[in-house]
Every structure is written in C-alpha cells, then in structure tokens.
C-alpha cells in the first residue's frame, strides 16, 4: 500500500498565500504522476495541478499563474505554492499519486485531504 499524508491548509485571506505539501510512504516501486486536486461543497472534485516524474506539468486555467506545483522525486513528495488566493480557492485539497508498487501493482493512491478556506 502507499500512503500519502498532507500539511499546510488553514485559514487565510484574499490577496495571501499557502503551501501544500504531501509524502507519499509504503511500498513505492515507482511513483508516476503526483498532483493536487479540490473540492468545493456541492461541486465536483477537479484536477488543480500535476507533475510527471519527467517534470511535465498542468494546471487548472482559474490557477494559471498564481499556483505552483513542485516535486521531490527522490523524497516522493510534491508541494503546491498557492498565492494570491481568492474566495473560489476554498476547498479541501486532496494529494493524489499513482505508480507500481514494489510487488509491480499498479496503485492510485489519495491522501485525507486539507481543508483550504479563503475568506476576510
């Protein structure tokens, strides 16, 4: 199994900025892609940014230039830079990763998620 476990949600107002971060533990035999999704009540949850293990990465259009995903290839984490925050930002945040384990199943793996509120 591969666990992934999330810090650095919380309270902040318009205009601020978060880090997310997530570390994936277990039986990794090879990580794939990492990303954070979101979701908000009522709505679905949605793709906020990814990165490959070759670097590439996508983000949702309404974070284009505001946040910024970052990965740690040999301590398999990935971090999410959030700045300038907006009320439609709050959700909670969810790491997602998947790969081979060490037996070469292949995994999909969610971390508890963080909760992520933008509000004055």
């Known amino acids: 199994q591969v666990q992934l476990v999330e810090s650095g949600g919380g309270l902040v107002q318009p205009g601020g900025s978060l880090r997310l971060s997530c570390a994936a533990s277990g039986s990794i035999g090879s990580m794939n892609a990492m990303g954070w999704y979101r979701q908000a009540p009522g709505k679905e949850r949605e793709l906020v940014a990814s990165?490959?293990?070759?670097?590439?990465?996508k983000y949702a259009d309404s974070v284009k230039g505001r946040f910024t995903i970052y990965r740690d290839l040999l301590k398999n984490t990935v971090a999410l830079q959030m700045n300038n925050l907006k009320p439609e930002d709050t959700a909670a945040y969810y790491c997602n990763a998947d790969g081979y384990s060490t037996s070469w199943t292949k995994f999909v793996s969610w971390g508890q998620g963080t909760q992520v509120t933008v509000s004055s």
């Open positions: 990165i490959t293990s070759g670097g590439s990465t």
